[in-house]
């Protein structure tokens, strides 16, 4: 059986704040939650507890967008991921698990009891936005990277998988200086997206997870048995 993540759709909210006379900053924040179809697959869900934690410094909850090219150069456009990517996270343990819980420090010193532990963390987040001329309008370009490692602790205490997943996105909006936001917030959710389809391929999916489920009821059946 596969279940999907619940889908939703948010737009994509582009703030435009004047700071000077001679450029804005056009406010992008990454499509929330970050799941633009039914591409995200997981097996089935676990009957088990997963505790999972974020680390996302400051510096990458929000980033500067990298330019490129000299057209709507004097604006800024920072991009921001936070809510993206906890939301797109949230829905992959939901989809994963019959219960979840977010928690605000590390967790494998501490697993859940016959639950799995995660621990995320942010290595690196970069975007950059160009433009190209056409007829009558531009078109903004928008590329995103997120770098994100991943460290699962079975119901048993020893750690199952450790390993690091690269997502990529793009986004193209045509218009002026004001839709390179739209265009970085699209690249950016794509590429929280791709994350997440990669951690539920390599991760959420492994038959390693099943056989640390099946030795820790195995061992609590062996326990019960004694006493």
Request: proline residues 4%; aromatic residues 8%.
């Amino acid at each position: 059986m596969q279940t999907r993540i619940p889908t939703a759709r948010f737009v994509w909210p582009a703030v435009i704040c004047c700071t000077s006379l001679f450029g804005c900053t056009y406010q992008s924040v990454a499509t929330s939650p970050a799941v633009s179809s039914n591409a995200i697959e997981v097996d089935r869900i676990r009957n088990a507890h997963a505790g999972y934690y974020i680390e996302l410094r400051e510096d990458l909850r929000q980033v500067d967008s990298k330019r490129i090219g000299h057209t709507c150069s004097s604006h800024k456009y920072p991009v921001s991921i936070d809510s993206a990517l906890t939301e797109t996270i949230a829905g992959v343990m939901e989809a994963s698990f019959t219960s979840y819980q977010r928690y605000d420090s590390p967790l494998v010193a501490s697993v859940p009891e016959n639950g799995y532990s995660f621990e995320f963390e942010v290595g690196s987040f970069e975007a950059q936005l160009g433009y190209s001329a056409g007829t009558w309008t531009g078109s903004a370009h928008a590329e995103a990277l997120i770098e994100l490692s991943v460290i699962v602790v079975g119901p048993d205490g020893v750690e199952l998988t450790r390993t690091n997943i690269i997502g990529d996105g793009s986004g193209t909006r045509s218009g002026g200086c004001p839709n390179g936001a739209q265009a970085l917030a699209e690249a950016a959710g794509e590429a929280i997206e791709e994350a997440a389809q990669i951690l539920v391929y390599k991760v959420i999916n492994s038959p390693r997870l099943d056989q640390a489920g099946q030795d820790a009821d195995s061992l609590a059946a062996d326990v019960g048995q004694k006493n």
